[in-house]
């Protein structure tokens, strides 16, 4: 099975920082990567697809990159709104998905 | 708009039973396949098991194979989980996802499952 490790766990930042959140797959995933968003109580809402294509209605300052085994989620400035926990997925292995542990961002 | 709403947590004791449902609506259901997705208290998310957009084709995670099974019904728009065997690190949220084969596109809002005596 794949193994998908975030980092870091969780961090704290202030409204404005660029943010990157940093996901490792266990071996190449071949861009079959997505990001979701988590805020408490709530189901995770997807952000990005094919580890760089926003999904419908997400905001431009959310952007994905990377390949082979290791992705980035980056934030370019971060908005009260986005202080969440983010999770990466792959489906390399569709349709037997694996989640990254969670990245808590929080407020400085 | 694509709606998913689970029903059917509770709280079970251990080596009990419990059926979760899962009514969509908001797209043709027949077309998609679907998953089951739950998130322990506290923790990570993790994927329980998918279904094929006719029925075929299931897949489940190493931790509740032979124990939990995923069915459809096609004509109700239904998606359901059969949970058997239960077992306290079962504990957990359940939600429902639509599948997109890229990630899993619409999420319901959860029904919490509690396994104690």
């Known amino acids: 099975a794949i193994r998908m490790t975030q980092s870091p766990s969780s961090f704290s930042a202030s409204t404005g920082d660029r943010v990157t959140i940093t996901c490792r797959a266990s071996q190449g995933i071949n861009s079959h990567l997505a990001w979701y968003q988590q805020e408490p109580g709530k189901a995770p809402k997807p952000l990005i697809y094919?580890?760089?294509n926003l999904q419908s209605g997400v905001p431009s300052r959310f952007s994905g990159s990377g390949s082979g085994s290791e992705y980035t989620l980056t934030i370019t400035s971060v908005q009260s709104e986005d202080f969440a926990t983010y999770y990466c997925q792959q489906y390399y292995t569709y349709p037997m998905y694996t989640f990254g542990q969670g990245t808590k961002l929080e407020i400085k | 708009q694509v709606q998913l709403v689970e029903s059917g947590g509770g709280v079970v004791q251990p080596g009990g039973s419990l059926r979760l449902s899962c009514d969509a609506s908001g797209f043709i259901f027949s077309n998609f396949g679907m998953h089951w997705v739950r998130q322990a208290p506290g923790k990570g998310l993790e994927w329980v098991a998918f279904i094929r957009f006719d029925g075929y084709n299931i897949h489940y995670a190493d931790s509740v194979k032979g124990r939990f099974i995923i069915s459809r019904d096609n004509s109700k728009d239904t998606l359901f989980l059969q949970m058997n065997s239960l077992r306290p690190e079962d504990t957990a949220v359940y939600y429902c996802?639509?599948?997109?084969?890229?990630?899993?596109?619409?999420w319901g809002q959860g029904t919490l499952l509690t396994v104690s005596s």
């Open positions: 996802a639509k599948d997109s084969q890229q990630a899993m596109d619409y």
């Open positions: 094919g580890a760089s």
